[in-house]
């Protein structure tokens, strides 16, 4: 919505909250028993691993590190258990000690595709990508039918944006595995950066029936039904979204735009506030509440809110043109103009905010620096054809009647439709005593838009009484 869009926030990894079960219950009280004393009597490499599951599985993973070392301390030729202290190093972020780990587990066993898979997304942590990528192969040299590798050489190949080679792999797992819920996300996400938002739509679907619970599926579509003007569709995803966590402020945050897409600004404001209560500072949702509220033609709250943006981001040049905007709209185009300049030293090729700055500047009769704005719009957008008629028409009224003419000529021949401009060369041709061609033009105007046969008598009362305008008035 609005003048300028800002940007609709990205794809959110999946990190739902893990549900505490009565089996996590039992576990955790077991397993009190078993770590009484830090579990300093347990010397068993079972209960060990046992342990080290435990708490890997719960996210734990300080405490199974712990663990895991006192399993190395017993066993420090276990493969597995370097292995398994590279997983969890990688889950505190430690990459470089987790590759380590790896290469230590290689050493020991070095045609175990698990290690080479766990040791690429180690690598693909630390973005080296390419190193990831061979990681991975080798796991599928040594297992051809290890879906995991593939999947995850699949999700490095996205972060490289080789999009297509991705979707190949993919449609290669869920041929093999239809029931493969993360590959269909993969698959939605990967054909709409393609731009193939029917079929992004179509993955996320299957994704959504396997895993109905995934908010952040229900997000990612709602994000392509609002890029393809499916609006209504957007908000029901968006809804569903927040329906399982209504901890979700991108998703409040997009809904509101599609609402504003829609018109409905009172939704739409509902939703930025929203937002806003999970992040009060967040600009954008304040810069777009401006625009509801502008659109309402509320403009004391408009400038509110866009002030409240620039507070928080001085560079934010939308939110300078929006609020530029409002001051004109409330007459007062001295403080819109300081607002159009603000804007324009932070963006200067913008052409929308030169033909606002040119418009204030004619209503401050800055007669020079308007017609100087106007051919910044038309240097920036030469096709625009409203500029090339305001440039004419101030033209016109300054008595630069040649120049005036080849303006409004090239505003009609970008838009052979546009009446003003045929209305505005009829009175170029008038003043030059052209008399022929200024019937012309009028008899073209006219015939668009008969309201403007008004505007000539306003601008020509005698002239209205006399042939051939009478006539042409008659008509």
């Known amino acids: 919505m609005g003048k300028t869009p800002v940007p609709e926030q990205d794809r959110f990894e999946d990190n739902r909250p893990r549900r505490r079960t009565d089996r996590w219950d039992d576990e955790l009280r077991r397993f009190r028993e078993m770590l009484k004393d830090n579990g300093k009597d347990i010397n068993s490499p079972e209960a060990l691993e046992e342990i080290i599951q435990f708490y890997f599985e719960h996210e734990k993973f300080d405490e199974a590190l ?48 698990e290690i080479f898979v766990n040791r690429g997304i180690t690598l693909d942590n630390l973005a080296r990508s390419e190193e990831a990528l061979a990681s991975f192969e080798t796991a599928i040299v040594l297992d051809p039918d290890n879906l995991d590798a593939q ?63 995934n908010f952040n599926g229900w997000y990612n579509r709602g994000i392509v039904l609002n890029r393809i003007g499916q609006y209504d569709k957007s908000i029901e995803s968006y809804e569903l979204a927040l329906a399982i966590t209504d901890d979700f402020p991108a998703a409040w945050y997009n809904m509101g735009n599609a609402f504003a897409n829609l018109g409905k600004f009172h939704d739409a404001i509902r939703c930025y506030k929203t937002m806003l209560e999970h992040d009060p500072a967040d600009v954008p949702a304040l810069h777009n509440l401006g625009n509801a509220y502008e659109e309402l033609a509320d403009y004391k709250q408009a400038i509110d809110f866009y002030t409240k943006a620039l507070k928080h981001d001085e560079q934010h040049y939308e939110s300078y043109f929006g609020r530029g905007c409002c001051w004109d709209a409330l007459a007062q185009p001295k403080k819109a103009l300081a607002d159009y300049k603000r804007a324009l030293s932070i963006s200067q090729d913008y052409p929308e905010l030169w033909h606002a700055r040119a418009d204030a500047e004619y209503n401050l009769s800055r007669f020079d620096d308007c017609l100087d704005s106007y051919q910044m719009v038309l240097k920036l957008d030469p096709d625009n054809a409203e500029a090339w008629f305001d440039y004419g028409d101030t033209l016109l009224e300054l008595g630069i009647y040649e120049r005036s003419l080849q303006a409004l000529s090239e505003s009609i021949r970008l838009r052979k439709d546009f009446a003003p401009a045929h209305f505005s060369q009829g009175r170029v041709f008038l003043a030059l005593s052209r008399i022929d061609a200024a019937v012309e033009a009028f008899r073209t105007a006219f015939y668009m838009v008969p309201e403007l046969k008004k505007d000539f008598i306003e601008h020509y009362p005698s002239e209205s009484m006399r042939p051939p305008f009478s006539y042409l008035l008659k008509g």
Not at 86 to 98: K, P, R, S, V
Not at 167 to 184: G, L, N
């Open 151 to 213: 999947f995850h050489k699949g999700v490095t190949l996205e972060k490289l944006e080789r999009f297509a080679d991705a979707i190949t792999i993919f449609k290669q797992i869920v041929a093999i595995e239809a029931e493969h819920a993360d590959a269909w996300y993969e698959l939605g996400f990967c054909y709409d950066y393609l731009e193939q938002s029917e079929e992004s739509i179509r993955c996320y679907d299957e994704h959504l029936n396997l895993d109905p619970y």
């Open 66 to 113: 712990q663990f895991c070392q006192k399993l190395l301390s017993f066993e420090p030729f276990n493969a597995d258990a370097w292995q398994r202290k590279g997983m969890i190093l990688n889950n505190l972020f430690l990459y470089e000690d987790a590759l380590e780990c790896y290469e230590k587990a290689l050493s020991l066993n070095p045609t175990d595709p």
